[in-house]
């Protein structure tokens, strides 16, 4: 997973810099100095929101050590130690104390915590009146493969899809609201890459691909099976990994809400 998730990043790194950019439009002048990382990872969205908010530091929770020590690493080569803190924390469980944020962060791991409503009244007691909490969840599994690989039979990736029925979650919308949020915006960001792709895509496609392989013994028929285990050889002259074919496609929906301001006292 580890792997996967920094590889994203590298291979989507104009989603990530698109998606800053829009939230230090709507931060309205005063960009965010406290950002808390819900479900880091190993840190792609701490690295970018830091990088996009110079004056911020980051609180990266995230329930797996292993997680958090390859975050700790990636900060210390990227020059940004001091200005990151992890925090081991489950984040199904009560939340640790933290200072009040300006600004909550949490991409593709709401739909892997056990009760998104308990996150979202966290997240909401966590920020200040007036921050923001931004959710990113990928609408579909990213796409690589044309229709007609000269392998197999054509169609293989829509079939793979097809027989594992992902499903990532929702509209957030109305869970937002019972958090006692205010919508600001929900917006699609359409990921279409072409050729000349960024220099780690082979090695993101092998990787996703792996991954839904390991889910499909039983699924798939076995010519499909053995098609994709070609793909996914790093060895053979068809593989992901020497293809020139591959592009990347993929939507990532990120929702933006308020935690309002208090009501003057009365
Ligand atoms: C798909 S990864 C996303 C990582 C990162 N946000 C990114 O976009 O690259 C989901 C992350 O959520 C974390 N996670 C899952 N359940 C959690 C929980 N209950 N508390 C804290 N973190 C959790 C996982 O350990 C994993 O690092």
Redesign the pocket.
Known sequence: ?AEV?DL??EVLHTYQADVTAWLADLSDGSPPRRIL??????G??TFALLERFPEAHATA????PQ?LHRLRDGACARGLDERVHTVL????APWPSLDPADLAW????LH???DPDHILTEAFRTLRPGGLLAI?EMDFFPRFLSDHLGLGRPGLEARVHAALNEDHGGDLNPALLDAGFTLETKRPFVIDLQHPLPAATGRYAQACLRRLRAHLDGLMDGEDLATLDTLIDSDGPDGVLRRQDLTVRTTRTVWVAKRPQQRPSQ
């Open positions: 997973m998730l994203d990043a990382d819900l479900g880091s990872g190993t792609t969205g929770l995230d329930v797996s997680m924390a489950d984040l199904d949490a991409a593709s791991s892997h915590m056990a990113a």
